[in-house]
């Protein structure tokens, strides 16, 4: 479970601090898919990323299964991330190299041995069903295929939460469908908790087991999905 308590970050820019989250309160479930939409500069990208503390809070907490881990120092964050994986928009993989070396990339930063992490490669490749493409370079990709590539780094070392940033934005809405329901089938298979940021109404409705709708820093409502969208 994630619970995120009175939450405020504030930027210093050049007119002055500027307030991109205004006192949010969330409690995620373990093992669910919470959606959070709302309309760009809302403050969806910061929020999702104070979950493994790429961004650090101004004010309030950030609890993980009854740990409080917004004062984590340095080594404890790495460890923290290790069980947190992430997902992008533009996928941010390293596109000179192979499909396999990309997915083997966090398993060398944890310090696995070589024999460990060709094994995990090889088991990690049909779970994304691109179990033909473990040689072939990144840049020879299609999108869904480079996303694909991305759940399976994320998943690598066996995460209990994935976050989301807007995984699905810059994809047809074919891959786009095959996607959400890959994030879906790993949700379920792992019992993964997935928390994942988008502007896309469709995506909330397609997969998500709870929503909260932010604005300008706040969330406005939030709920499970049935609930919230069969309101009069
Ligand atoms: P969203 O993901 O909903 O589009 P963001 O979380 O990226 O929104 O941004 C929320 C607001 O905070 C935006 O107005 C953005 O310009 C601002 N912001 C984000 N990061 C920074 C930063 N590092 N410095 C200053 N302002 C920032
Ligand atoms: P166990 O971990 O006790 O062997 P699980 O059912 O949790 O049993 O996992 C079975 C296999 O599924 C693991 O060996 C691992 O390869 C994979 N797995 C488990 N959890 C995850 C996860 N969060 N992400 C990716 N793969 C996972």
Do not use: W
């Not at 210093?12 to 959606?35: Q, R, S, V």
């Not at 047809?172 to 988008?198: C, E, H, K, M, Y």
């Not at 909260?212 to 709920?223: N, T």
């Amino acid at each position: 479970m994630i619970e995120i308590s009175d939450l405020k970050k504030v930027f210093p820019t050049a007119g002055g601090p500027f307030t991109a989250l205004d006192g949010i309160n969330l409690t995620i479930p373990e093992g669910k898919i919470y959606g959070i939409i709302g309309p760009s500069g809302a403050g969806k990208s910061t929020l999702i990323r104070t979950i493994n503390m790429l961004e650090r809070p101004s004010e309030g907490r950030v609890v993980i299964d009854g740990e409080d881990i917004t004062h984590f120092d340095e080594a404890r964050l790495r460890a923290l991330r290790q069980q947190i994986g992430m997902i992008f928009q533009h996928f941010n993989l390293l596109t000179s190299r192979t499909v396999g070396e990309n997915i083997a990339f966090p398993l060398e930063i944890a310090g696995m041995p070589r024999e460990q992490i060709q094994a995990r490669v090889k088991e990690l490749l049909p779970l994304v069903g691109l179990e033909d493409k473990e040689d072939t370079y990144v840049a020879h990709l299609s999108g869904g295929q480079k996303q694909r590539v991305g759940i399976a780094r994320a998943l690598a070392n066996q995460p209990k939460i994935l976050l989301c940033d807007e995984a699905t934005s810059a994809l047809d809405p074919q891959t786009t469908q095959s996607i959400l329901r890959l994030i879906a089938d790993i949700n379920g298979r792992f019992n993964l908790t997935v928390v994942l940021i988008t502007h896309e109404m469709q995506v909330i409705q397609e997969i998500c087991d709870e929503v909260a709708f932010i604005e300008g820093g706040r969330i406005i409502e939030a709920g499970p999905v049935r609930e919230v969208f069969t309101n009069p």
